[in-house]
């Protein structure tokens, strides 16, 4: 199984709705043409949640997180519109590797909040019950 279909299943057994894997809705802003893959997006309450999934350098999806954060503020009204999302009024950004256990939260510039150590999908979703 994928790294992105894993953490999917962790995402709905952590109570996550609409959950998108690997996905090309966000709008792309360097390029009108074409959409951002996102890992992982889904809601919960009022909140959008971001997932970026590395194997190996879980730092490289800082930059991807930062332009997708922007993506998901600026199309918000479109994206409710065309129902790829639930109505949000906050975006978090997180990456992830599960083969290194660990799933960091960064804010929109891109500065790491915190970080959180997993062994298993069952530590993984206890963290994601209390995101």
């Given at each position: ?53 590395k194997k190996f350098y879980i ?58 150590r997993f062994r ?12």
């Amino acid at each position: 199984m994928s790294d992105e279909k894993e953490f999917h299943t962790a995402l709905m057994r952590a109570g996550f709705l609409g959950i998108q894997t690997k996905k090309k809705i966000l709008p792309n802003l360097m390029s009108g043409e074409q959409n951002l893959e996102t890992d992982n997006l889904c809601h919960k309450g009022n909140t959008l949640y971001l997932f970026e999934g590395k194997k190996f350098y879980i730092v490289d999806a800082e930059s991807q997180l930062k332009i997708r954060f922007i993506s998901a503020m600026i199309n918000r009204t479109e994206l409710v519109r065309k129902r790829h999302v639930f109505p949000y009024n906050r975006v978090r950004l997180f990456a992830y590797s599960l083969f290194r256990g660990i799933l960091n939260e960064y804010n929109d510039k891109g500065i790491k909040l915190q970080s959180k150590r997993f062994r298993n999908l069952n530590e993984l979703i206890e963290i994601l019950n209390k995101l």
